[in-house]
């Protein structure tokens, strides 16, 4: 697949995952915070086309998987990000997206996306390490910075980085444990690939109204909730917590179909939002599975 092509897709895939109504516990259409509006994620998933080109291209043109520079990439879209908007919008998402839209271009079929990001994953360097710990402190990111083995915030951090040779995919797996993107990242994508990519893949086959793509994004971002607690959550407010949204979740998806949904997703969206509960993480998952559902139509 052409480099340009596997940018748009990502940006399409960043603009839908905001653009979910009512998405619960998230920005969205209707609902902004205090520190960050819908139109920064609008704004963020248009200036990442020319860092997700350059990252396919660069990944078609390659001999050597350690030479795909994924860091590289996750640094310098975060960097683009933050000449426009000055809050954290899609650090999580570059970090997913960019490792698929490298696979992507160096897969013939859709079905070799997955076993390439792990092939890239396994392929990182050390200043791939470096650059994800400079992307994450441009970003500002929260709760990534707590653990003793994972602090990027110390001055030595990149010094004691290149001293024990650690890649990018070494810092992930260390942290697997306490944030999702880490595991997924570490895993080949299983949550991505196996929940949330199905889900609005049959979800958009499914429905016949012109609203379909909206239903299939707040499904995908609804179901890997119901599935998969998220670790912002859990950080945050502790595993107890990130079960119970998880659990509320899933007693909502029992009335997707019916006529009382919209009101209901409406109604725990303002419970999340009134208890600052945010499940950040499950929408950078949502992203990377609509990013995966538009590869898979492009690539029949």
């Known amino acids: 697949m052409e480099a340009k092509q596997i940018a748009k ?7 839908l995952e905001v653009s979910g109504w009512p998405k619960p516990g998230n920005v969205h259409r209707t609902r902004n915070y205090d520190d960050m509006v819908f139109q920064d994620f609008v704004i963020s998933a248009v200036v990442i086309g020319d860092t997700m080109e350059e990252v396919a291209k660069q990944s078609k043109e390659i001999d ?32 997913m997206c960019i490792p698929i839209a490298a696979a992507a271009a160096i897969s ?17 360097t050390v200043d791939d390490a470096v650059n994800l710990y400079d992307a994450i402190n441009v970003a500002d990111a929260g709760g990534m ?31 697997a444990g306490w944030d999702r993107l880490a595991d997924e990242l570490t895993n080949k994508m299983p949550v991505c690939f196996e929940i949330g990519y199905p889900t ?28 998969i607690p998220d670790t912002l959550i859990s950080r945050k407010y502790g595993n107890e917590m990130a079960e119970s949204v998880s659990k509320k979740a899933e007693e ?18 303002d419970y999340l939002y009134g208890n600052k509960l945010n499940p950040g993480t499950t929408a ?13 139509r492009e690539f029949d």
């Open 284 to 296: 950078d998952l949502t992203a990377a599975s609509i990013f995966l559902s538009y590869l898979a």
């Open 252 to 269: 909502l998806l029992a009335f997707k179909e019916d006529d009382s949904f919209v009101e209901k997703l409406l109604e725990f969206d």
């Open 9 to 15: 897709l990502a940006q399409i895939a960043s603009v």
């Open 64 to 95: 050597d998987l350690s030479k795909a520079e994924l860091g590289k990439y996750i640094l310098q879209a975060v960097n683009e990000t933050n000449k426009w908007i000055r809050t954290n919008t899609n650090l999580g998402i570059m970090m």
């Open 200 to 227: 609005f893949s049959h979800a958009w086959q499914s429905y016949d109204d012109v609203d379909v793509i909206n239903k299939a994004s707040v499904l995908t971002f609804m179901t890997i909730l119901s599935q």
């Open 108 to 124: 013939d079929s859709f079905d070799e996306i997955q076993d390439n990001v792990g092939r890239l994953m396994d392929a990182t």
């Open 145 to 175: 910075g707590d653990q003793e083995e994972f602090d990027v915030k110390s001055e030595k951090a990149k010094d004691e980085l290149r001293a024990n040779n650690q890649t990018m995919f070494d810092v992930l797996e260390i942290s």
